[in-house]
């Protein structure tokens, strides 16, 4: 009796945690013979490209767990409905079967939900012996039902730690300008949120942060930009890539028409960009700097948070435990945050369709009412999933002998 | 009697950490009374902005020297010549007579240490008992006479786990594209130099790896990736800001010409961007992902090198020791590699006028024949300077149950 687990879509630091959780923990009560890995998702699986993660030595699995990025490799893949994919159901169930496979274990977003709720319902309606659950992982924190994802706390923490470090080095001149930073996050303003948990001596370092659950008001941008800058001299901006205009249409998207670069191609030049042109446009300063944190954001393992590494472990060994329960195909592992203070979370299921083809974007109301930046209950939310503890000191803020 | 240390010119992770070496050197020695600490280098201590770094608390040095970017401020002002320039030489004396000092110290690249010995020159010409010694500090390691300068291992350490780590993000799916991550080095190439020491198994991430000492040539570029990206469907590209076509114009200004943003300004894409757009237009693929690091090499301190820090606290603590010497005006304190087997190295004066206005290129005999990557004996020299140890396991590679 085996099972196995795979990984899909976006990479995170600590997806191979999971992974690494369900192996060790089926090391600990022998639930299944083997523990197979799929490789490339659902993708490679079809292709019989499968690893026997139980013959990995503990020091393997520990390099393994270390590891940022899906060590079983990813895919794209979104399953088709049984109806017109019937050929590759069937087939996936063959070589689960003949690998006398029990339970499948998908290690994704919410594509990779819709994917576990189908093949979980295809199996019961057939009644193929095989239990098909969800570990969620994504840096975006965007899955319905679970206080937050696996992946989003080590994001969050790079995220802080470059705005805390880059802020530093915008700020060594007597004339300083603009530092805009660009966190992912295309639907939801988790990541561009966690700006704001950068701080100096208690103050936060962003003076705006810009997540897309707000529309983007150009005119009030620049008034703010303007204000500050000219009792500062210095602005430190966070934007999220996802930030759209009144029309809907992103931002970054918007500079198409007309940029282009010398062999013709039009450029998207990001959301920095766009607002560093904007700045320099509106004739503020032309001292602007624009910082994409692209995928760093993503496989940073070497900045990781430590609660999300636990975090990731621990939904990959409750799926184990949960795997021997007829209940748990279809479901997803959910964190429930049970303590926020002395900050403590356990696992619990949910069924993988309430999760599936949903986002769940930032709460509305924790956006402050300028749209500028992000409230109190939203820091106290953001910060146990960090363990950020970073104190600094520069001295040229004071001048006395 | 009295000290003031100041620092100029670009922010490094560990440019306070020799700040630190200096005052804690003098609470041992107690050979100043105070060692001040000049605002912004030259510029803030001719409008006096000085402050008493003797009054610090030891806990807050020790955030201090955690601490990344010129926390003192810094400057980019180049003093110009006695004769063109008397009062200004006039007027930093009499501050620094009216504070008894008899040393200054100064934390820069070349052209600070241009300012420390003109300030040395004139000091003994007319006969002031006031010493001027220069302490080296940039990551672009382009300084003459010093086998490497404090603030380079932290940029080489975090340019290697960067490369690293997005390596391991470029990898995941089955049909991967390529992967261009652009380092600092406007003159120099060994920051880029540095991503040949990302390797995982052994064996480097980096495919190519393009320094400015060696003049671009595209139509070489383009068969290396071509060749690449057929043998292995990927392909990593280390690529410095500086390169240059054969004409001696960067890659990235030539860009300039025809890409304009929206505002009709003209905008500089980077040669990451550059290289991206030449790969896409020839064909290869339209899978190319480009990522600048940006002043994030300069500052992540989060991932500092524990011998750059340690080796930037020395050339602090040594200043402070030669400067009862009276032979140590007009010098720049340098380090000696002792060994590089058992890495140890030690401190030792050079003229600083002998560094000043010098640029130390990378070594054209550590270049490849090719021109596409770096010599074994490079790597030996770059090595030690990171405490690079980073054992990572993706499972992609292998698929046998």
Request: net charge negative; aromatic share 8%; with cysteine.
């Amino acid at each position: 009796m085996n099972c196995i687990i795979a990984q899909s879509g976006g990479p995170t630091s600590v997806i191979n945690a999971s992974v690494y959780g369900l192996v060790k923990e089926n090391e600990r009560l022998k639930i299944y013979d083997n523990v197979y890995g799929g490789l490339n998702g659902i993708q490679g699986i079809l292709e019989k490209k499968i690893i026997n993660l139980s013959k990995m030595s503990s020091e393997q699995l520990e390099i393994f767990k270390n590891s940022p990025s899906s060590g079983l490799g990813s895919c794209r893949y979104k399953l088709k409905n049984y109806i017109e994919n019937k050929e590759e159901y069937l087939k996936l169930i063959e070589i689960l079967v003949s690998l006398d496979i029990k339970a499948f274990f998908y290690v994704g977003g919410n594509d990779s939900m819709d994917t576990t709720a189908k093949l979980s319902a295809f199996a019961k309606e057939k009644n193929i012996d095989i239990k098909f659950i969800g570990i969620p992982k994504t840096i975006d924190n965007d899955l319905m039902h679970t206080d937050h994802t696996p992946g989003f706390g080590s994001a969050a923490k790079f995220i802080a730690t470059s705005i805390l470090e880059t802020y530093l080095d915008s700020k060594v001149y007597r004339d300083n300008g603009i530092f805009i930073i660009e966190t992912m996050g295309r639907d939801t303003g988790w990541l561009a949120a966690a700006g704001a948990l950068a701080t100096l001596h208690g103050k936060p370092c962003a003076d705006l942060v810009y997540l897309p659950e707000k529309t983007f008001n150009m005119v009030e941008f620049l008034e703010d930009v303007h204000r500050i800058y000219k009792e500062k001299n210095h602005v430190y901006i966070v934007a999220s890539e996802g930030l759209r205009n009144e029309d809907g249409k992103f931002l970054a998207e918007s500079s198409i028409s007309t940029g282009h670069d010398n062999f013709g191609h039009s450029q998207l030049g990001g959301v920095g960009q766009y607002l560093k042109n904007l700045i320099i446009q509106s004739g503020i300063t032309k001292r602007v700097k624009a910082l994409e944190l692209s995928v760093l954001q993503r496989c940073a393992m070497h900045c990781a948070s430590k609660i999300d590494i636990e975090e990731a472990i621990m939904v990959g060994k409750f799926a184990l435990e949960i795997s021997i329960k007829d209940s748990s195909s279809g479901h997803m592992v959910a964190i429930n945050r049970d303590c926020t203070e002395l900050y403590s979370s356990s696992p619990f299921l949910i069924e993988a369709k309430k999760v599936a083809n949903n986002i769940k974007h930032f709460p509305k109301e924790w956006i402050n009412e300028k749209g500028n930046n992000i409230t109190e209950e939203a820091i106290n939310y953001l910060k146990p999933l960090i363990d950020y503890n970073y104190d600094l000191l520069p001295l040229y803020t004071s001048f006395a002998l």
